[in-house]
């Protein structure tokens, strides 16, 4: 599973921070920063829901 | 349940889908929407679509190539038959249904003066926003606006980056009052002035200037705004209208319980700005959150997937975010301006601070100001207070 995320479209509401900690994170200089781009499959349901979550559908699942 | 209808096409509708196919329903799925565009994000609209920097094919919400649904756009729900299960459009076609998700939202409320004229606009939806944006482009350059919560505040904000001269009007005398209440409205009334924004606040508008084309708004106290364009943001009405007849709550929207079911219907879910559901922790409210259009839309499809009983409660904290000018504002929670608030991190006069809503000595909401890395800490905050607020008050 490999994560892209479209830093264009992200606003870094934090949404996927809260669903997904430990793959997503916002630094205090307001930017969304990825932990982890290729997370363990353990983590797919919480990276699914961070994706689900993300008002402004930055975030894409590559199989 | 061989078949779905959803009537509405927004986030709701389009989450629902989703969540249908997500969760295994492989029968028929049938989207009805009032407008002709197929589902797209509404908060660019004011800004980012608003001042140009974003086109159309940025803010469409992207359709899985699985999702398998029948998208009728430009049709119109007349009427529901609750006993008959069926969804009759404005031009007679019956869309028989097993499961139905009503997602039909909200539309901009106009005042008793409102008129449809040219330069006159609500703001709701992608139309509404290419026709404010063609109007600026084809040289207006005053504007009134008329209300000052957050849509009105966020088109003030697009419009003077854009550099029009704005003025900004509302009933109340701070903007954002019955939102966030005294303290931080205060901070958003300084936000706007310092971009030199005109606030006319405290004083009803009471009708349009001007013939075939507006020339400004009237103000009760008789003063006269001049303004070639008028953006009208007083709030929203839930389209219910076509529920009339179907014997469902309509009060404040569509009634629905904690799982989005609606209450003394089988079968049949609401979501997003038209529903009124129960939530556990906050009571029964109706949320125009843009984010409650996804977890709703979810929460109903599984409603509507679950065996009687099972449905299982929608228990998000509401979360919206607004943008204005270098300021990105973030709410968690739902403030009541007679919460008491208090500043926990920065201070007011800082460029960011964190504010926290206590009722009885329990968090309700934060605010967050250019915090956005505090956001997820301070929504696990109110969300525990939240849960633990409500299992004390549980019997």
Partial sequence: MKIVVDFDACMSNAQCVRAAPTVFEVREDGFLYILQEEPPESLRAAVEEAARLCPTQAITIED | MRSVVIVGASLAGFSAAKSLRKHGFDGSIVVV???????????????????????????????????????????????????????????????????????????????????????????????????????????????????????????????????????????????????????????????????????????????LTGESSVEGVRLADGRVIDADGIVVGTGVVPNVEWLRDSGIDLREGVACDAACAVKGADRIVAAGDVARCDHPYFGSHRVEHWNNGITQGDAAAQTLLAAPGDAAPHVAIPFFWSDQYDSKLQVVGLPSPTDTMHVVEGSLDAPRFVALYERDGVATAAFLCNSMHRAAA????????????????AP
């Fill in chain 2, 33 to 207: 929407g009032d407008e002709p565009h197929p589902p797209y994000q509404r908060p660019p609209l004011s800004k980012q679509f608003l001042a140009g920097t974003w086109d159309r094919p940025r803010i469409d919400l992207r359709l899985p190539d699985t999702l398998g649904a029948e998208w009728m756009l430009g049709a119109r729900a007349a009427s529901l038959d609750a006993n008959r299960r069926e969804v009759v459009l404005d031009d007679g076609r019956q869309l028989p249904f097993g499961g139905l998700v009503i997602a039909t939202g909200a539309r901009a409320r106009k005042p008793r003066w409102y008129a449809e004229r040219p330069g006159v606009f609500t703001l709701r939806t992608l139309d509404d926003a290419i026709a404010i944006r063609d109007h600026v482009r084809a040289g207006a350059r005053r504007f009134a606006i008329v209300g000052a919560g957050f849509i009105g505040s966020e088109v003030t904000a697009t419009l003077r980056a854009l550099g029009c001269d704005v003025t900004l009007l509302d009933v109340d005398p701070l903007p954002m009052l019955r939102v966030l209440g005294e303290p931080l409205a205060r901070v958003c009334l300084r936000a706007h002035e310092a971009h030199g924004v005109r606030c006319e606040l405290g004083v009803a508008v009471e009708g």
């Fill in chain 2, 378 to 393: 301070y929504t696990a905050i109110v969300e525990a207070a939240a849960r633990e607020a409500a299992h004390a008050g």
